[in-house]
């Protein structure tokens, strides 16, 4: 019992030293240790690193997850030990609601042919999303989690420490100081001045070595760096390959709708090739989706004349042969930038108009262009037909 209490009233007469002290410092009453400039040099590193490692983790958190409610949930579990439940990715949820809504359309009609498409390729993105967020998580967010939870606690607390150790020793600095004013006044040796003396000299050995153990912590610190950059090239290369499969399943989805969008515009522009006159007006109503195609005339036809050999069948077109149709040509508005791949095909340039017409047996895909004196095919998906 005696000895807690000798304990506690020492620990409150060491807590007082050291407030004394610091409230002395901060008047400019006292004097204070200074470390060496390659030691501050080393703890503004460390503060440098300890700020910006949070940033950095806290705005990857924000790329990863932007909605703030999944962020706290995630970090609930994570504090109460246990596995942050399996939660369904945007594009995944897209692709479900595209699904159904194919189903209900008609999975045959070409809206509902898209839309499952459309719903495949998000699920796909879905999934490579997830996939992006569970390695990114793994290898970039964990590492600088575990240096501020770890590292930096342990560096933090030793820091502490040794502030504890300056402010023992600046004060019985002081003591010494006040001792040996009060021994030069009595003209005599005090037991006082040797007391202050021993308190300095255990209190410099501690300081010492706190100031050692916090230079490692500190110098440490390098490593972290080399650390975090292998943790930044694996988080680029994830992302690298996230955005790489999405590109390639954004590709393959393009030239599944160019596909498509061919069929829907052969179906809905092109007339009959074994007729010599423009097909009348479709009477039956549009498929669904077809919204935005309605009431556009078709596209002229050139009739195929016995004994002349049809050169877009044989795969080969030559502009000065074509003739435009007699029943006359449709106007169209070049919507992107194409450059010709041979000589049968017409280099188009946005926004311009050209005129254009189809031939028998011609791949739907494609139109005869003709601008001025120059002649070629272009593709459908390129123009806008104007009525």
């Given at each position: 019992?005696?000895?807690?209490v000798?304990?506690?009233?020492?620990?409150?007469?060491?807590?007082?030293?050291?407030?004394?002290?610091?409230?002395?410092?901060?008047?400019?009453?006292?004097?204070?240790?200074?470390?060496?400039?390659?030691?501050?040099?080393?703890?503004?590193?460390?503060?440098?690193?300890?700020?910006?490692?949070?940033?950095?983790?806290?705005?990857?958190?924000?790329?990863?997850?932007?909605?703030?409610?999944?962020?706290?949930?995630?970090?609930?579990?994570?504090?109460?030990?246990?596995?942050?439940?399996?939660?369904?990715?945007?594009?995944?949820?897209?692709?479900?609601?595209?699904?159904?809504?194919?189903?209900?359309?008609?999975?045959?009609?070409?809206?509902?042919?898209?839309?499952?498409?459309?719903?495949?390729?998000?699920?796909?993105l879905?999934?490579?999303?997830?996939?992006?967020?569970?390695?990114?998580?793994?290898?970039?967010?964990?590492?600088?989690?575990?240096?501020?939870?770890?590292?930096?606690?342990?560096?933090?607390?030793?820091?502490?420490?040794?502030?504890?150790r300056?402010l023992?020793?600046?004060?019985?600095?002081?003591?010494?100081?006040?001792?040996?004013?009060?021994?030069?006044?009595?003209?005599?040796?005090?037991?006082?001045?040797?007391?202050?003396?021993?308190?300095?000299?255990?209190?410099?050995?501690?300081?010492?070595?706190?100031?050692?153990?916090?230079?490692?912590?500190?110098?440490?610190?390098?490593?972290?760096?080399?650390?975090?950059?292998?943790?930044?090239?694996?988080?680029?290369?994830?992302?690298?390959?996230?955005?790489?499969?999405?590109?390639?399943?954004?590709?393959?989805?393009?030239?599944?709708?160019g596909?498509?969008?061919?069929?829907?515009?052969?179906?809905?522009?092109?007339?009959?090739?074994?007729?010599?006159?423009p097909?009348?007006?479709?009477?039956?109503?549009?498929?669904?989706?077809?919204?935005?195609?309605?009431?556009?005339?078709?596209?002229?036809?050139?009739?195929?004349?016995?004994?002349?050999?049809?050169?877009?069948?044989?795969?080969?077109?030559?502009?000065?042969?074509?003739?435009?149709?007699?029943?006359?040509?449709?106007?169209?508005?070049?919507?992107?930038?194409?450059?010709?791949?041979?000589s049968?095909?017409?280099?188009?340039?946005?926004?311009?108009?050209?005129?254009?017409?189809?031939?028998?047996?011609?791949?739907?895909?494609?139109?005869?262009?003709?601008?001025?004196?120059?002649?070629?095919?272009?593709p459908?998906?390129?123009?806008?037909?104007?009525?």
């Amino acid at each position: 019992m005696d000895f807690n209490v000798k304990k506690l009233a020492s620990d409150a007469g060491v807590f007082f030293s050291r407030a004394m002290q610091f409230t002395e410092e901060k008047l400019g009453q006292a004097e204070k240790t200074e470390l060496d400039a390659h030691f501050e040099n080393l703890l503004a590193r460390a503060d440098c690193t300890k700020n910006w490692t949070e940033k950095i983790l806290r705005q990857t958190e924000v790329l990863l997850q932007p909605n703030p409610s999944a962020r706290v949930e995630e970090f609930l579990y994570e504090k109460l030990d246990r596995k942050v439940p399996s939660r369904v990715t945007n594009g995944e949820l897209l692709a479900q609601y595209m699904t159904e809504a194919a189903n209900d359309f008609g999975p045959g009609t070409p809206y509902g042919k898209t839309l499952i498409k459309v719903g495949e390729t998000q699920r796909r993105l879905g999934a490579a999303e997830r996939d992006f967020i569970h390695s990114a998580s793994l290898n970039f967010l964990t590492p600088l989690r575990n240096f501020l939870e770890g590292d930096w606690r342990t560096i933090s607390k030793e820091r502490r420490i040794l502030q504890n150790r300056r402010l023992d020793l600046d004060a019985c600095k002081a003591r010494l100081k006040k001792a040996k004013a009060a021994e030069a006044k009595a003209a005599l040796w005090s037991d006082e001045v040797e007391k202050a003396e021993h308190e300095l000299r255990l209190t410099q050995t501690e300081f010492d070595r706190q100031a050692e153990v916090t230079r490692l912590l500190l110098e440490g610190i390098s490593s972290t760096h080399v650390n975090h950059l292998r943790c930044l090239h694996e988080f680029v290369e994830s992302q690298t390959n996230y955005y790489a499969q999405c590109y390639q399943y954004m590709l393959e989805l393009q030239k599944q709708l160019g596909s498509s969008k061919g069929e829907i515009f052969s179906g809905t522009f092109v007339g009959n090739t074994e007729s010599t006159s423009p097909p009348a007006a479709a009477t039956s109503p549009p498929a669904v989706g077809a919204a935005t195609l309605p009431a556009v005339p078709t596209i002229p036809v050139v009739p195929t004349i016995v004994g002349v050999p049809n050169t877009v069948a044989e795969g080969v077109l030559n502009p000065n042969e074509v003739k435009p149709p007699a029943s006359g040509t449709r106007k169209a508005r070049v919507l992107y930038d194409y450059e010709a791949a041979d000589s049968t095909e017409l280099a188009l340039l946005a926004d311009e108009m050209i005129t254009v017409y189809s031939l028998p047996g011609m791949d739907p895909d494609w139109l005869i262009g003709e601008r001025g004196n120059q002649k070629g095919k272009v593709p459908v998906t390129y123009l806008e037909l104007l009525s």
